[in-house]
Nanobody
Framework: QVQLVESGGGLVQAGGSLRLSCAASGWIANINNMAWYRQAPGKQRDLVAVISRGGSTNYVDSVKGRFTISRDNAKNSVSLQMNSLKPEDTAVYSC???????????????WGQGTQVTVSS
């Protein structure tokens, strides 16, 4: 079994910063892409940022220059540093990892439980 556990959400004023973390555990042989998604009330879940195992990153335009995704392959973890937060960043943030389980021959996507980020104006 593979589990992703997130931490770091909370309430912050506009212009402030938060750091989200996500750690994967279980029978893991390898992790390919890791990503952060967010879902605002009444909206679909959207990709925020993704990072490859080699460190290549991509961001949605609305967070470029404000958010930074990083990962620690030795710890099977991914983080999202969020600066200059805006009220429109308010959402439930979830991490996703493409995981090769030990003994398996194919990658599967696993999700964290989600963490609430609320930015007040």
């Amino acid at each position: 079994q593979v589990q992703l556990v997130e931490s770091g959400g909370g309430l912050v004023q506009a212009g402030g910063s938060l750091r989200l973390s996500c750690a994967a555990s279980g029978w893991i042989a390898n992790i390919n892409n890791m990503a952060w998604y967010r879902q605002a009330p009444g909206k679909q879940r959207d990709l925020v940022a993704v990072i490859s195992r080699g460190g290549s990153t991509n961001y949605v335009d609305s967070v470029k220059g404000r958010f930074t995704i990083s990962r620690d392959n030795a710890k099977n973890s991914v983080s999202l540093q969020m600066n200059s937060l805006k009220p429109e960043d308010t959402a439930v943030y979830s991490c996703k990892a493409s995981v090769l389980r030990a003994g398996s021959s194919s990658y599967m996507d696993y999700w964290g439980q989600g963490t609430q980020v609320t930015v007040s104006s």
